[in-house]
Structures are given as structure tokens and as C-alpha cells.
């Protein structure tokens, strides 16, 4: 029996042992069913807290509605369905005001200003403005609303809809006028920017033609360093020095001519073409002046070859010892630095800044030999006439026909350029300043340097030298003219200019392409005027035949230097 009691006690206690997981579960199992129906009935009590107290006092009715603005409430707090429709509807309202803006801005900048275009849209874009300001669809934005009402809404859609349909119709028929307007002001910006370009252009081309008309080619100043060699090497074959001066050179019954230059070959292809067309060359004498620094291979050149009994008289400047800052105005002018800097200035910019006198922005005109020209009658005062030529001429034709023309009292013999309103003095000089203003006729007719037949004893008795030096003072400035020698040659010889034939001396070889070859070859002189000069590789090539010609290419230190080549 005691083994039997133990089998059911056992027994007893294995089977409160399996029951206690199971009563453990349940338990728990009640237990989150506890705290769910607990949390649900919190999260109500919440969301019916924010009904108002109307709502919560209709009975049996206002639970149900209260269960439905539940529900109201939670999807108004994530987002209004209604809300996407308006951002869509307002962003095409925003969009079309702002391309009518556009127009309206666009025909402004085309100068459409009293176009009714103009109008239109800016009327089109501010009735945009006043449709978000109406007061009835202010609610519509206000970002405090809860809800949006749809009846409002499908109206403010309706307006805008007619306001979007009137803008497109006005864009489609103003687009043809606005794309006419369009295509005009591009051209007029195209027109604009080629313009600019063109000066551009013009401004670094007339820059570099100055550069390279400055500039000395390399066989060019070969040959004048090869003869101031040989000068150097046997000075006793080349000086004149202690020499008796041949009575040839100051007599007046023989033809005599005056050439300034610092340029050898330049100033022997005029020699050599003067004397080449001669039918008596021993009855013609050249004064050639140099500066001290050429003097030597001026004497070689000219000391080398015979030029068929023409006498040839080379000095240098400063041999003239009358020719002094305390005498000459312009020597004294010459030294101020202002000046200097404005002929040696060579950046672009400020090089351009005055196109219109850019030609005479050439260190040549600082040299004195460029003023000699104004004191021929103290240079050969046993004289009585005398014929001026420029370095960068060429004698085609006997010349001595100058001698036999009547003067009628004048001082200059030239060849006047005026044609039409061009190269009248009103060109050269300032009629602005009342001295010119004055003193002169803006219409009277230029005429050119170069060729310039000079009757002495006319010029000592109008006293043109004294003339020269009172205007030359005056323009210290540079306000009565800008600078060269041909404005106060203009002003000087006013009166007393005879003109003479144009085939005397025709111009513009070393700038104009357009001189017909019969003009050519019927002048007595042709003229390089211009940046264009025969012995650069600027020059025209139809022309420099002409003054190759006569290069004397059998010349030794011509040959050794390949000048031409």
C-alpha cells in the first residue's frame, strides 16, 4: 500500500508540473490583451479630445460622427487629397504669368514700347496677380486650413483655365510679329559686332603697317654697315675734308637739286633715275643730306660710281651750324619728352588711341632732316632756285622743263591733291582755333610735298623761313595742327604756291593700288607716299619695279648684302 500511495503522489505531482507552463502562457496571453484593449481605448480618448464640445452632447448620432471625424482627422494630417489638383492648377498659373512677363519684357527691349503688344501682356500677367488675391480664393492658399473646399476650387480651376487659354491664343498671334523683331535685332546685334570687330581690324592693321614702316630690313642696314666699313678701312679715298669746294656746287647757272635722307640705296635710286633720264647730266648737282651717323656710307655710295658727270654734294646736318634749338623752333620742341613718347609709344592701346594721325606717329619726323626742307635758302644762299625730292620718289622723265616754268612771283611749285571735298586745308589744320580760323580759307587746295620746284629769291622776299618759325612757335601744343611737316608747309606757302601739271609728280604708289599704269608711265615723277615703301616687303608689288630699276645691284655691298632677294 505505501508503494501505491507513492506511485499516486507521483503520479499527483508530475501532473501539476506539466499543467504550470501551460497556466503560465494563458497568463501572458491575458495579460497583452489587457494592455492592447487599454492602449486602444487611450488613442480614442485622444482623437475625440479634439472634437468640439457640440459634437461630443448629440447622443447616439454623435458617436458615429465622432468615429467619422476620427477618421476625417487622421488623413487630414497626413495631406488634403484635394491639395496636389491646387499646387497643379497654380503651377500653370505661375507658369503662363510668367512667359506673358517675358513677352511683355522682350517687346520692350525690341522697342515695342507703343506697341499695344506691350499692353496686353502686361495686362495678361497682372490679371494672373489679381486672380491669387481674390478674396474668395484666399483660403485656397492659407497654409492654417485644414480642408479645401472643392466647389471653390473647381472654380479658381475654371479661371485660370480661361486666363491660360486667352494667353496662349495672344502668344500664337503675336509670335510672327515678335519672331520678325527677333530676326531685326539679331541683325542689328550682328551688324554691332561685326562693326566692332572691323575696327578692331582697322586699328591692329594700321598698328602693325606703322611697325613694319618703321622698321629698316636687315639688308638694308647691311649695306649701309658694309659701306661704313669700307668708309672706315680707307677714309683717305672717301674725305673731303681740307678740299676746296668745287665752284659746280654753288653755281647757279646749272640745275640743282636738294635730298634729305638717312636711307643710302633709297637716296641713290633718286640720284640714279634723275641722272638716267637726263640728256645732259654734267650740268646737274645733288645736295644730299644725311645725319652724322650715315654720313660715312652716304660718301662711299655716292663716291663709287661716276653718274655720267653729275655732281654729287653729301653733308651731314649737322655741318649747318645755324641749324640750333636756340634758332630752329622745332629742334627745341623735338626735345620735349611728351613728344617723344608719343612718336616712340608701341602698345596697341595707346599706339590706336589717335587713328587719324597714326600715319604720323613715325620717328622720322623727330629727325631734323625732315624739317631741313624749311631752310633751303640759308642752306645755298648763292642760289636761285632749287628742286626739293623726297627719298622715296623716282625720276622717270628730264626734269630741267621745271626751269623754264613762270613762277608769276610764287615760292613753291607743287602739284595740288584737292579733288572733290578732299585735302582741302580744312583736313590738315585746326579751323576750330580762331588764328586759323582767321588767317585761312578751309577750302583752299592742298597740295603734296615730294616734288616741290623752290624759287629762292622769292622765298627770301616773302621771308617764308620767318613765316615758318612764327607758326611753328605758336603750335608748340600741337593745337593748330597735329603734327608733319605738310600743315605748316601749307601755312607757310598759303599764297604763294604755283600749281603745276599733275603728270609732273603723281602720288599714292606706296598706299593706293588703284593708279592706272598710264598715269604711271606719263608722269615725270612717281612718289611712294605711304607705309608702303619700295625697299619693304610691304610694298605693292605692281609698283616696285618702278624703283628697283634703278637699285644698282652691281654694287659690291649691295651683291654681298642680297638686298632685294
Known amino acids: 500500500m505505501a508503494s501505491a500511495a507513492l506511485r499516486s503522489s507521483r503520479t499527483s505531482l508530475s501532473d501539476r508540473n506539466a499543467r504550470a507552463p501551460a497556466s503560465f502562457a494563458f497568463k501572458l496571453l491575458a495579460s497583452a490583451i489587457t494592455i492592447s484593449v487599454l492602449l486602444f481605448f487611450g488613442l480614442s480618448f485622444l482623437f475625440t479630445s479634439s472634437a468640439s464640445p457640440s459634437d461630443l452632447n448629440q447622443g447616439s448620432d454623435s458617436r458615429s460622427y465622432g468615429v467619422g471625424s476620427i477618421r476625417r482627422s487622421v488623413l487630414a494630417l497626413k495631406s488634403d487629397p484635394l491639395k496636389p489638383r491646387l499646387d497643379q492648377i497654380r503651377k500653370q498659373a505661375d507658369d503662363h504669368r ?13 522697342k515695342l514700347e507703343n506697341s499695344k503688344l506691350v499692353r496686353v501682356f502686361a495686362d495678361l500677367s497682372r490679371n494672373y ?39 496662349r491664343q495672344v502668344i500664337s498671334e503675336a509670335k510672327e510679329s515678335f519672331d520678325n523683331q527677333l530676326k531685326i535685332q539679331k541683325l542689328k546685334d550682328t551688324i554691332f559686332a561685326v562693326n566692332e570687330q572691323l575696327t578692331k581690324a582697322k586699328k591692329q592693321g594700321a598698328f ?73 647730266p654734267w650740268k646737274h648737282v645733288f645736295h644730299v643730306v644725311t645725319d652724322k651717323m650715315n654720313l660715312g656710307a652716304m660718301q662711299v655710295m655716292f663716291k ?32 620735349s619728352a611728351n613728344l617723344q613718347r608719343f612718336y616712340f609709344e608701341n602698345t596697341l592701346e595707346n599706339a590706336t588711341k589717335d587713328t587719324t594721325n597714326m600715319k604720323f606717329r613715325n620717328p622720322k619726323y623727330l629727325s631734323m632732316l625732315n624739317h631741313l626742307r624749311f631752310y633751303l635758302p640759308e642752306m645755298y644762299p648763292k642760289l636761285h632756285r632749287i628742286l626739293f625730292l623726297d627719298d622715296d620718289i623716282v625720276v622717270q622723265r628730264d626734269l630741267t622743263g621745271l626751269w623754264k616754268v613762270d613762277m608769276d612771283g610764287k615760292v613753291n611749285g607743287a602739284v595740288e591733291t584737292c579733288f572733290g571735298s578732299f585735302h582741302r586745308y580744312a583736313q590738315y589744320m585746326n579751323f576750330s582755333h580762331p588764328l586759323i580760323k582767321e ?87 612717281v612718289h611712294f607716299n605711304g607705309n608702303m615703301k619700295p625697299w619693304l616687303d610691304i610694298a605693292m608689288n605692281q609698283f616696285r619695279p ?17 638686298f632685294g632677294m
Not at 668708309?231 to 646749272?254: N, Q, V
Not at 660710281?305 to 651731314?316: P, Q, R, S, W
Request: aromatic share 12%; net charge neutral.
Open 304 to 335: 663709287m660710281k661716276d653718274y655720267g658727270g653729275a655732281h654729287i654734294e653729301v653733308k651731314a646736318v649737322e655741318d649747318y651750324k645755324f641749324l640750333n634749338s636756340s634758332y630752329v623752333p622745332v629742334l627745341r620742341q623735338l626735345e
Open 439 to 525: 588767317k585761312f580759307n578751309p577750302k583752299a587746295c592742298a597740295w603734296a610735298y615730294g616734288m616741290n620746284f623752290f624759287d629762292l629769291d622769292a622765298w627770301r622776299r616773302e621771308k617764308c623761313t620767318e613765316q615758318y618759325h612764327y607758326w611753328q612757335n605758336l603750335n608748340e601744343n600741337r593745337t593748330l595742327w597735329k603734327l608733319g611737316t605738310l600743315p605748316p608747309g601749307l601755312i607757310t606757302f598759303y599764297s604763294t604756291t604755283k600749281p603745276l601739271d599733275k603728270s609732273w609728280h603723281v602720288l599714292g604708289l606706296g598706299y593706293n593700288p588703284s593708279i592706272s599704269m598710264e598715269e604711271i608711265r606719263n608722269a615725270a615723277v
Open 98 to 110: 510668367s512667359l506673358a512677363m517675358a513677352y511683355a519684357s522682350y517687346a520692350r527691349k525690341l
Open 546 to 562: 618702278l624703283w628697283t630699276k634703278y637699285v644698282d645691284y652691281k654694287n659690291e655691298y649691295i651683291q654681298a648684302c642680297n
Open 208 to 280: 602693325s603697317s606703322l611697325i613694319a614702316a618703321k622698321s629698316i630690313p636687315k639688308s638694308l642696314h647691311c649695306v649701309a654697315m658694309r659701306l661704313m666699313e669700307e668708309r672706315i678701312a680707307h677714309p683717305e679715298k672717301y674725305s673731303d675734308e681740307g678740299k676746296p669746294t668745287p665752284p659746280e656746287l654753288e653755281d647757279p647757272k646749272l640745275y640743282h637739286y636738294a635730298i634729305f635722307s638717312d636711307n643710302v640705296v633709297a637716296a641713290s635710286v633718286v640720284v640714279n633715275s634723275a641722272v638716267a633720264n637726263q640728256k645732259e
Open 129 to 167: 496677380a489679381d486672380l491669387f488675391s481674390k478674396p474668395a480664393y484666399r483660403g485656397l492658399f492659407d497654409s492654417e486650413a485644414s480642408s479645401i473646399d472643392e466647389s471653390v476650387l473647381r472654380q479658381f480651376e475654371k479661371e485660370v483655365k480661361e486666363r491660360i487659354k486667352v494667353t
